[in-house]
T-cell receptor, first 109, second 114 residues
Framework: GEDVEQSLFLSVREGDSSVINCTYT??????LYWYKQEPGAGLQLLTY?????DMKQDQRLTVLLNKKDKHLSLRIADTQTGDSAIYFC?????????FGTGTRLQVFP | NAGVTQTPKFQVLKTGQSMTLQCAQD?????MSWYRQDPGMGLRLIHY???????DQGEVPNGYNVSRSTTEDFPLRLLSAAPSQTSVYFC?????????????FGPGTRLLVL
């Protein structure tokens, strides 16, 4: 079956790095995504990675994919208070997106 | 482009009432989807459409109907609202293939069923 899991909460100090983890079960996933949801808003794509890649870096964001373990992570360098939000990972299965439960990131000064 | 728009933003219903959540997109996307978001459960797919005249069920379709008479619009109907349908509803659209392209999400409709 299709299942995507994330831890529910992460709290970090401003300026530190944040690492948000995600595990998925469907090995046929071709693309994996990270979305950000700010309070009262819809989801916004942050970055994505194709399944034949191990890593993708985009400014402060680094995505690591371990396809063998079906593990995806998002690292945010120099975390800022504006990064406080809920972060969702999602896997593409056929033409549908399967979302994780979301990780609430809280950044404190 | 307005992107994906949803109306209303907020709605309170009594059990048994019916209503339609509206969703429209002006990006000429073929694919449109409806999700509900509940605490600790992420987004769950309700119904989706791969083009005008074509709809299909997602993970949690019971209690909801959809239709797709035009490319632009994808309304979600609750025929007899239940408290279990209290949630935040998101509409999304995307071009076919879902490669690097993402789904574009609307701002959401917050629904409370009493």
């Amino acid at each position: 079956g299709e299942d995507v899991e994330q831890s529910l909460f992460l709290s970090v100090r401003e300026g530190d790095s944040s690492v948000i983890n995600c595990t998925y079960t469907d090995s046929s996933s071709t693309y994996l995504y990270w979305y950000k949801q700010e309070p009262g808003a819809g989801l916004q794509l942050l970055t994505y990675i194709f399944s034949n890649m191990d890593m993708k870096q985009d400014q402060r964001l680094t995505v690591l994919l371990n396809k063998k373990d079906k593990h995806l992570s998002l690292r945010i360098a120099d975390t800022q208070t504006g990064d406080s939000a809920i972060y969702f990972c999602a896997e593409k299965v056929t033409d549908k997106l399967i979302f994780g439960t979301g990780t609430r990131l809280q950044v404190f000064p | 482009n307005a992107g994906v728009t949803q109306t209303p933003k907020f709605q309170v219903l009594k059990t048994g009432q019916s209503m339609t959540l509206q969703c429209a997109q002006d990006m000429n996307h073929e694919y449109m989807s409806w999700y509900r978001q509940d605490p600790g459960m992420g987004l769950r797919l309700i119904h989706y459409s791969v083009g005008a005249g074509i709809t299909d069920q997602g993970e949690v379709p019971n209690g909801y109907n959809v239709s797709r008479s035009t490319t632009e619009d994808f309304p979600l109907r609750l025929l007899s609202a239940a408290p279990s349908q209290t949630s935040v509803y998101f509409c999304a659209s995307n071009p076919p293939g879902l490669r690097g392209e993402t789904q574009y999400f609307g701002p959401g409709t917050r629904l409370l069923v009493l």
